[in-house]
């Protein structure tokens, strides 16, 4: 494609290919295996990689990784750089064999993955235990190694972070907005005297980091000598409770919080609670945070996901304690935004070797999706929602989807296909007429097998579908009741969200040679 050879994005292309590419999109803690401990770890990931080359698929696709602190929705991080220590997989750190009453206490804990949905708390109360008594014994054979030291130099931001962390923990999780003055505006003494007074707890939270990032390093490695891609994700915004709020706060506007106008799904429009940027201030530092945030992204992943990628063009920005309706679009000229948009995206592509991929879902200008074409970054086609909206409302046909575009048939924040067509009825109807089926409130497993089937063989690049997609072509391999297998119902606040765990292990979908047998069938 000569769009793709002389784009700004054209060395990305190049390294990933210009090729079709297939993938399965895993959220990590819904992964379990007989190691894990509650939760899905960075380890699970390995058996599923020569799986996926097995079945010809070349792109993993992770949701955010990043460290949420006590929450539990990946898109809510404390900071953009730092890992979530809950995935670290214990039974495999170093030196752990030098310590046999350690290692013992594991068998209780992987216990904790025998639950049908994800406990939080209990998984954070346990790995904290762990690491607290396994970091006191290993800190003397790890913080004194040049790895270590190498990995402190080349993350400025690991201090920070870790310092911040502590502070938290310290005032049980509260806002840093309600600490004492000076440590919510620390001063340079003030902060080099909290990082002497606080240095054992700061060791701690960089040592657990470096494991992190070692381990999920290695999974990259071993996937990329597979021939198989990791995807990551890249939230556009940060928690206001975060690191880099507090470290950062110029960077930052405090007076708003992002959020989204009514439209046909929220008529009230959605307040998120993250602040906006400061674009003019991270302009004036040539967008150092955002350079660092690719780079240290960069080690873990080849492609990534921008999350809400219009918001770089224009965010809906919502005055505090306003409702969601009164916000107003920022930058308010419309003639602002396109050139915002490019001069972001292109400082990005020219600032990481990943491949971008852009979520551009719900309304975003004509313009945007041109300029996102021109710079080379994918688009994103749900295929239920691709229709003819401003006409007679048809399904447009997968082979008219452009190029440029990642397909799937549904998203985390969305309904699986089998909750979408029982749900909502006349959209199930519409597509059974478009697909000349006879229509049934409950979706047959051949045209499960057909949607899955289909979105293999768009025109788009790239073709990724949620794993638990394909498993309901296995009876069994879902939970009986087809509305646990949502992950996420967006602005409503639910024990269930986030928390979904798959029905089989990693063990159980790799050696089952019905499922390899009937997703093949459907990506050949």
Known sequence: MNTLINCPASKQWERIGSNKHLGINIPLFSLHSKESCGIGEFNDIIPLISWCKELGFDVI???????????????SALSAFALNPIHLSLASLPHLGDFPVLKNTLVSMQKLTDSQRCDYARVRMSKKGFLRDYCKSVAPLIL???????????????????????????????SWETW??????????????????????????????????????EVKRLANAKGVFLMGDIPILINRDSADVWLHRHLFNLDFSAGAPPDMYAEDGQTWGFPIYNWDALAGEDYAWWKERLRAASILY????????????????????????????????????????????????????????????????????????????????????????????????????????????????????????????????????YKNWNYASDMTHQQLFDILQSSNHTNSLFRINLLNEYLALIPGMTWPNIEDERINVPGVISDHNWTYRFRPSVEEITTNEELKQAIQGAVH
């Open 61 to 75: 696709q992770l949701l955010p990784l990043n460290d949420t602190g006590p929450e539990p929705s990946p898109y």
């Open 144 to 174: 004194k190694t040049a790895d270590f030291k190498n990995f402190k130099e080349v993350n400025p931001w690991l201090e920070g972070y870790a310092l911040f962390k502590t502070l938290r923990i310290e005032h049980e999780w509260c």
């Open 180 to 217: 004492e003055p000076e440590l919510r505006d620390p001063s340079p003494t003030t902060y080099a005297e909290l990082v002497e007074k606080h240095k054992e707890e700061i060791a701690g939270h960089m040592m657990i980091q470096y494991l992190c990032f070692k381990q999920l390093d």
């Open 302 to 433: 080849d492609i990534y996901r921008i999350d809400h990628i219009v918001g770089f063009f224009r965010i809906w920005a919502i005055p505090l304690g306003e409702h969601g309706k009164n916000g107003q679009h920022i930058p308010e000229n419309p003639d602002l935004w396109i050139p915002q948009g490019e001069k972001i995206l292109r400082m990005m592509i020219e600032g990481s070797p990943m491949l971008a991929i852009g979520e551009d879902l719900g309304n975003v200008p004509l313009e945007a999706r041109a300029c996102m074409n021109r710079l080379g970054i994918c688009g994103t086609k749900v295929m239920r929602w691709e229709r003819m909206w401003d006409q007679d409302k048809r399904f447009i046909n997968p082979q008219d989807y452009p190029k440029m575009s990642m397909t799937t048939v549904s998203t985390h924040d969305s309904e699986t296909l089998q909750q979408w067509w029982k749900a909502h009825p006349q959209e199930a109807q519409d597509y059974a007429r």
